[in-house]
Structures are given as C-alpha cells and as structure tokens.
C-alpha cells in the first residue's frame, strides 16, 4: 500500500504540473487515472498478498491499479474494440448452438449465455460444461484488466416471482466464484440478479440466462 500511495502522489504532482500548462489535458485524465488505478491496485496486491504472495503481490496489484485508472478519451473505444474482438475470438472455440450472444453498445460490451449451459433447470450449481467457457472468459478479462464486470443472472417465469429473484442471484453468484477462482479480481465483479422481469423472448430457455456486462475503468 505504501508503493501504491507513492504511485498516486507522484500522479497528483504530474496533475499539479498539469494545472500550470506542463502537460495536456489527456495527461491531466491519465495522471487522475493512475492515482485513482494505485490506490485501486493497492487493494488488489492487498488481495494477492493475503492469498501468499507477499509485498511482490502487493506492488503487482498498485502497478496494475495505475493502469486501471488510464483509459481516457479516444483509447477507451479502441480498447474496447480489442477486448471485444479477443472476447469473440474466445468464443469461436464454442459450438455455434452454446455460443454466447456478444453485443455492442458504444462502449458497454455484453456477452450472454444460455443459462441451460451453465445450469441444470432449477439449480445454481454450474454443470460441468461450464467451466470450459468460464475459462475462456477469464482470460480475456485478466488480458483486460481496464474493465469491470456485471454478472446478471435471469430466469423464466415459472415458479414464484421471490424464488426466480433468489434463484437468479444465487447463479450470478456461482459464476463471480468461478471467475474469482480463475484468476479475475474480485474488486472488478459484481452481481445482480433480475429473476422473471427482464424477458427477451416468449421462449422460457432464452429468458433463462447469465450477462458479463463490461464497462471500462475511466480516468
């Protein structure tokens, strides 16, 4: 922590620099990023370190946080544009008929998956098969540490309204476990479950789902 603070306090010198006319105002956003990402990435190496891995964890995760907090202007479309293409590219490993939905809007990127690939009906234990596309996408999400993630679980309509809810935030639980296990930082991943509200479809399997909605870290 005591690196990661060096880290934003050498940000908030190149931001007072800033103010004076030194440097442009992209390097006024990145210098706030980096202080932001440190102080972010001290939480992190924090995280690494109390799974074992020490002071070297610790100025990986400030390092990384530095980097969290970077993106501005016109590189958080192009990074965007890379993470989607890696992501669709990790997918094409998949059959077509499991392939999740991947989707575009300006700079949210949404992959979704039938829940029946994920899920037994009824149940938020993920089934074997699942571990495959969850280690697919954690790569691509510790290749683009720039982002967080929402995990939106959905379900059909059967059933009482209270236990779609539960059902549906109990799988999107499942699934931040699994990707935490893999390797994606905790502090990048939240959940949310919707239950019945959200349908897309008539068909009760397309209603059933999981979305990894993902938004860039801004400086």
Known sequence: MRKSLCI???????????????????????????????????????????????????????????????????????YMDRQEEALRQAMAATTAADQASIQRSQDVLTATFKSDMFFDFDSATLKPGAYAELDRVAMVFNDYPQTMIQ?????????????????????????????????????????????????????????RRVSLVMTPIRA
């Open 8 to 78: 934003a306090l050498s940000a908030l010198f190149m931001l007072a620099c800033a103010s004076q006319g030194t440097y442009t105002k992209q390097q006024k956003g990145t210098a706030i990023g980096a202080g932001t990402g440190a102080v972010v990435g001290g939480v992190i190496g924090g995280s690494v370190a109390r799974k074992g891995h020490g002071t070297t964890g610790a100025i990986i995760g400030g390092l990384a946080g530095a980097a969290l907090g970077g993106l501005v202007g016109n590189q958080i479309g192009a």
């Open 151 to 207: 995990i939106q679980g959905h379900t059909d309509s059967s059933g009482k309204e209270a236990y779609n809810m539960a059902l549906s935030e109990r799988r999107a639980n499942a699934v931040r476990d699994a990707l935490i296990q893999r390797g994606v930082a905790q502090e990048r991943l939240t959940t949310i479950g919707f239950g019945e509200s959200q349908p897309v479809s008539s068909s009760a399997a397309m209603n």
